[in-house]
Each structure stands twice: as structure tokens, then as C-alpha cells.
């Protein structure tokens, strides 16, 4: 697929002024390369759904849920979405506002009451074709989507702003959410990188004082995937211009920092204990990423958000620790203006429709997107 086009696009983000300028002459992207025997191809992606807040004028999206009505949820983002049980699903939404958030707006973040930091819905829906249905969230006593990992709301940029979940995985029956603590969105200047976890399904969540990263962390943002008795997580600083690397655990270890290993594909090894030792996987920037294992294409697929080219890429490797394909675009940011974000939906592993969470900044919510592959 050869493209070429310029995109200039400024936005904000968390009270911060992004300016994107992506410029590409027949920029070649690979489907494959010549080390993969499988040949992954993205044929159709179509936005199918909207999933929070409430449609704006001439939008004609499917909208299965009312959030802002039933949940005060009328301006979110993320929607990180992991498999609890059977059937049934969590997804972590990141800073959210209530009934008063007023859509396309320069800023969303200045234009709603009852901030929270973070709010968590649930869904037993297994079928995306006709949107994600949400069945319902954490609530406080009035019945208000409530915040679990708790952020200061102090926005001077030199203490505590907000707490944004980045991952989340079910390990030993129990929830976990990977989360950055933000101190600046000016430059992504976080405090910290950690976990919370909940024994109870979702309802309460504690702080899990035991894994910890530095706010120049590798892995101050995460994707999770659980496979064969390791959680895999990729990992990248806080921001959306690093490369990607690559950890690994025992499930039973997650809160156990000190034995979670790094690859190195220099020593083609997993070193414990030191995650300054994690290599590239590839070379790109990565934002807001997923990682699953493709049942059907038996393959690891990466989706996530480029800053660069200002898109959402999916890549895909045979092994994790080998070789990844070059980049094929699942969404543009011209077709879709200020997207970002880019989580797949655990209930489309096994067949030729890939649904992922899409956010877009204006109008400030979260999107069901279907990517056609073969």
C-alpha cells in the first residue's frame, strides 16, 4: 500500500498543545516480511459503535448504552478492556467527566463537572457486531460511575494530576490494573508507574506497594497478555515516543517486581531482575498499545497508537521474542480526527474480525472499531 499525504493537526491533551505534522511520499507499508510465513492483511476497518457518552448532531453510530444518564458519564476516554471470566469483561475507562461535559471543545478536560480520574464499567457481551454493551460499572450510593485509583486533580504540573490505568489482567483470580501517575501532561511527567488490584471482581481495588516504576521507566506504560503460565507485558515509557520492550512473569510472581524478566534480543535471552537489560522489540513510536495472541491466525498482534505517522498501526510476529512485521494502518487520524488508542477486545481472538476501543479527543469519547482481517 503506497500513501502520500501531509497531515497537520493541532490538539490538546490533558491541558497540553499537541502539534502533529506528518509528511509521508510514497511511504511503503508491509503487510509481512520475508521471515514471516504468515501474511497478515488488514482488509476493511469501519468505526462500528459508539460505547460512552452521548451521540452528537448527525452522528449515525449504533449507541447501546446511555452512559451519561445512567452512569454521569458523559465525557471518557481508553477503554481498556481484559477478560475477567468467561464472558465476562471489565474496561477501564481514564479521565472522566459527568452530565455537565460539553463535547468538541478546545479542551474537553476544562468543560465538565464531577472529575474522575478513572472509572471502571463491565460487559458480559460477546457479540460486537451490533456494538459493546455495557452492563454496568462501579458505582458510588447515588449510582455515579465512582473513581477507584485515586488522583489529586492538581493541575500545576508539579504534583499530583491525575492516575491513569494503561493495562489490566486477571492473575491468580485476582484484577490487576498497571497505572502512571501524572505530574505534567507538558512532556508526560509522571510521578510513578504501578498497580492496583481488586479480590473481589471489580468492586473495591487496593494499592499493590510492591511493584513500582520510575517515572523514566521502560514500562511506564503496559499491555498485558496471559499465555501458557507467564504474563506477557510490553512495555514503553510514559509518553508516545519510545520504542516497545518486552517482560515476562509467572502469574503467580505479578506482585513479585524482582523476578519479572527482560528480553534481550541482543543475547537473545531473559534476564531477571533488570529492566534496564529490555531491547527494542522493533522501531517505531508507540503509544497506547494491545497485545494479544490470535487464536485462529496463530500469531501475536500489536495494535497501537503512532504519534508519527498520527494513526493506530497493527504489526504481528509468529513469536514474541522474533521477528515483527512491518506496520499496516488501521485508522488515520484524517479519517478520524485527535484518535488515540487502540485496545482489542478479547472476545474477537478466534475469528477473522478484530474489534478494538478507539478514543478520540474531540467529542472526548471511546468508539467500537472492526478491522477485517485475512
Keep these: ?5 501531509t497531515i497537520k493537526h493541532i490538539f490538546l491533551w490533558g491541558g497540553f498543545l499537541f502539534s502533529l505534522v506528518v509528511m509521508s511520499n510514497n511511504l511503503k507499508i508491509d503487510p509481512g516480511t520475508s521471515k514471516n510465513r504468515k501474511h497478515l492483511k488488514v482488509k476493511k476497518v469501519e468505526r462500528v459503535a ?3 457518552g452521548t451521540p452528537v448532531d448527525a452522528e449515525n ?12 458519564v458523559g465525557g471518557t476516554d481508553l477503554g481498556i478492556v481484559w477478560e475477567m471470566d468467561k464472558g465476562k469483561y471489565g474496561i477501564f475507562l481514564g479521565d472522566t467527566f459527568g452530565k455537565g461535559f460539553i463535547p468538541d471543545q478546545d479542551d474537553p478536560a476544562n468543560f465538565g463537572n464531577n472529575w474522575r480520574c478513572n472509572v471502571l464499567a463491565f460487559s458480559n457481551d460477546c457479540n460486537l457486531e451490533d456494538g459493546l454493551t455495557i452492563n454496568c460499572m462501579v458505582t458510588d450510593e447515588n449510582g455515579n460511575a465512582r473513581e477507584l485509583i485515586p488522583g489529586g486533580k492538581d493541575k500545576s504540573g508539579n ?3 491525575t492516575s491513569i490505568p494503561t493495562a489490566a489482567i486477571r492473575a491468580n483470580n485476582k484484577d490487576y490494573v498497571h497505572y502512571f501517575n501524572m505530574r505534567n501532561w507538558a512532556g508526560w511527567i ?7 488490584k481488586s479480590e473481589d471482581d471489580g468492586k473495591t481495588w487496593g494499592k499493590c506497594t510492591t511493584v513500582h516504576f520510575t517515572s523514566d521507566s521502560n514500562f511506564g506504560q503496559a499491555g498485558y497478555y496471559k499465555k501458557d503460565g507467564y504474563v506477557y507485558m510490553i512495555g514503553t515509557e510514559t509518553g508516545r515516543h519510545s520504542n516497545p520492550r518486552l517482560a515476562r512473569f509467572n502469574e503467580k510472581d505479578i506482585e513479585n517486581q524482582s523476578l519479572y524478566e527482560y528480553w534481550n534480543k541482543d543475547l537473545n535471552k531473559w534476564i531477571r531482575g533488570d529492566e534496564s537489560q529490555a531491547t527494542n522489540l522493533f522501531e517505531d513510536t508507540v503509544g497506547e498499545l494491545s497485545i494479544v495472541y490470535h487464536n485462529k491466525y496463530k500469531c501475536w498482534i500489536i495494535t497501537y497508537f503512532c504519534a508519527a505517522r498520527y494513526d493506530i498501526s497493527i504489526r504481528y510476529a509468529e513469536e514474541l521474542t522474533g521477528r515483527w512485521s512491518e506496520p499496516q494502518i488501521l485508522a488515520t487520524g484524517k479519517e478520524y480526527p485527535q484518535l488515540y488508542g487502540s485496545y482489542i477486545h478479547p472476545a474477537s481472538l478466534d475469528g477473522d474480525n478484530l474489534y478494538f476501543l478507539m478514543s478520540m479527543w474531540r467529542p472526548y469519547n471511546v468508539f467500537l472499531m472492526r478491522a477485517e482481517l485475512e
Design 1 to 5: 500500500m503506497k500513501l502520500s499525504r
Design 50 to 52: 459508539r460505547i460512552t
Design 61 to 72: 453510530l449504533l449507541s447501546p448504552n446511555n452512559t451519561t444518564a445512567v452512569y454521569d
Design 159 to 161: 504534583g499530583d494530576w
Design 190 to 196: 509522571t510521578n510513578y508507574s504501578g498497580l492496583y
